[in-house]
C-alpha cells in the first residue's frame, strides 16, 4: 500500500493541451517535494513545498500544497514534448535517529506529451 | 556538480548468483540511499546509510543487504538473486538534514535482470 497515491497513472496527451496531476495521503506532510524523471535518468527535484496552501510556479509548471498539507498537485500549462517523463511526489519525513529526514515516494505519475 | 555514479547500468544475473551494485558520491555526504524502482510502485526503499559502517533497513530489505565501509561508497549486495528481484536500482545520496530547496541526488540506476 502506497502512502502516497499519485493519479493519474499514465497520461498522454497532444502538445499545447494543460494538465493536472495530483498526490494525495491519509496522513499530514511535513514539507513535499515533486520530482522529474527522464528515461534512463534518476529522479531530479523540481520543488519543495513546506507551507499549507502554499503555490510555487516554475516556468509552466504550478506546485500547490494543500492548505491541510495532506495533498498537492502539479499543473502544466501548454505541455511540450520536453515535459515528457516520470513525475514523482515525494513526503519528506521526520528525522530518523541519527539518519536525518527521509524520502517516501509515490508510484508516480507517466506523461507523455505528443507532438 | 554533484555526481552519485553507479557501476554498472545493465546486468544479467542468473538465479542464486551473488550480485553486487556499487555506488560512488563525491560530495562527502553523510546520507546514502538504495531504492528499487518498479512500474506503478514508485521508489521503494530498501536500505540507507547515515553514516560509515551504518546502515538501517527501508521498506523492503528483504533478499538485501548493504555495506558502507567508506564515506563516499555505499554496495547493495544481493546474497542469491532471485527473478523477483529483477528490477531497477537508483543510488542517491543527501546531507543528512533536508530543508526547503535540499534533495538527494541519484544516480542513473542500475537495470537488473535475474534469469
Known amino acids: 500500500t502506497q502512502l502516497l497515491e499519485q493519479s493519474p497513472q499514465f497520461l498522454s496527451i497532444q502538445e499545447g493541451e494543460n494538465l493536472t496531476v495530483y498526490c494525495n495521503s491519509s496522513s499530514v506532510f511535513s514539507s513535499l517535494q515533486w520530482y522529474r524523471q527522464e528515461p534512463g535518468e534518476g529522479p531530479v527535484l523540481l520543488v519543495t513545498v513546506v507551507t499549507g496552501g502554499e503555490v510555487k510556479k516554475l516556468k509552466r509548471l504550478t506546485f500547490q500544497f494543500g492548505d491541510a498539507r495532506k495533498d498537492s498537485s502539479l499543473h502544466i500549462t501548454a505541455a511540450q514534448p520536453g515535459d515528457t517523463g516520470l513525475y514523482l511526489c515525494?513526503?519528506?519525513?521526520?528525522?530518523?535517529?541519527?539518519?536525518?529526514?527521509?524520502?517516501?515516494f509515490g508510484g508516480g505519475t507517466r506523461l507523455m506529451v505528443k507532438p | 556538480d554533484v555526481k552519485v555514479t553507479q557501476s554498472s547500468r545493465y546486468l544479467v544475473k542468473r538465479t542464486g548468483e551473488k550480485v553486487f551494485l556499487e555506488c560512488v558520491q563525491d560530495?562527502?555526504?553523510?546520507?546514502m540511499f538504495w531504492y528499487r524502482q518498479d512500474p506503478g510502485l514508485g521508489l521503494r526503499l530498501i536500505y540507507f546509510s547515515y553514516d560509515v559502517k551504518m546502515k538501517e533497513k527501508g521498506d523492503i530489505p528483504e533478499g538485501y543487504s548493504v555495506s558502507r565501509e567508506k564515506k563516499e561508497r555505499f554496495s547493495l549486495i544481493l546474497e542469491s538473486a532471485s527473478t523477483n528481484q529483477t528490477s531497477m536500482y537508483l543510488c542517491?545520496?543527501?546531507?543528512?538534514?533536508?530543508?526547503?530547496?535540499?534533495?538527494?541526488?541519484f544516480g542513473e540506476g542500475s537495470w537488473l535482470t535475474v534469469v
Open positions: 542517491a545520496s543527501g546531507a543528512r538534514q533536508f530543508f526547503s530547496g535540499n534533495t538527494i541526488y
Open positions: 560530495m562527502d555526504h553523510e546520507n
Open positions: 515525494a513526503r519528506v519525513s521526520p528525522p530518523i535517529r541519527n539518519a536525518g529526514n527521509m524520502l517516501t
